[in-house]
């Protein structure tokens, strides 16, 4: 049974940060992609930042320079540090693995991220 669990949500002020965290369990971690997503009411979901099995990193470019996505193999976890954080950020952030070799893809729950005063 595959499960992608996500964590550290919350509301923070603008010019904030949170670190989002997602544990995976029932996949081999090392041999999927992993990407972090977010949706906003009314919007279509988006993709925040993404990292390959073997380390590179890629952001969309409105979360350049503010967003770090990082993976720890050995826990099978991958996290999103978020700083400088607006209220536009203001999201559920869905965390996604990915292994097109074999045509598998994940989703976790969300974790709701509320920017704002």
């Known amino acids: 049974q595959v499960q992608l669990v996500e964590s550290g949500g919350g509301t923070v002020q603008p010019g904030g940060s949170l670190r989002l965290s997602c544990a995976t369990s029932g996949i081999i971690f090392r041999l999927y992609a992993m990407n972090w997503y977010r949706q906003a009411p009314g919007k279509q979901r988006e993709l925040v930042a993404a990292i390959t099995t073997g380390g590179s990193t890629n952001y969309a470019d409105s979360m350049k320079g503010r967003f770090t996505i990082s993976r720890d193999n050995a826990k099978n976890t991958v996290y999103l540090q978020m700083n400088s954080l607006k209220p536009e950020d203001t999201s559920v952030y869905y965390c996604?693995?990915?292994?097109?070799?074999?045509?598998?893809?994940?989703w976790g729950q969300g974790t709701q991220v509320n920017v704002s005063l």
């Open positions: 996604n693995a990915e292994n097109p070799t074999v045509f598998r893809t994940y």
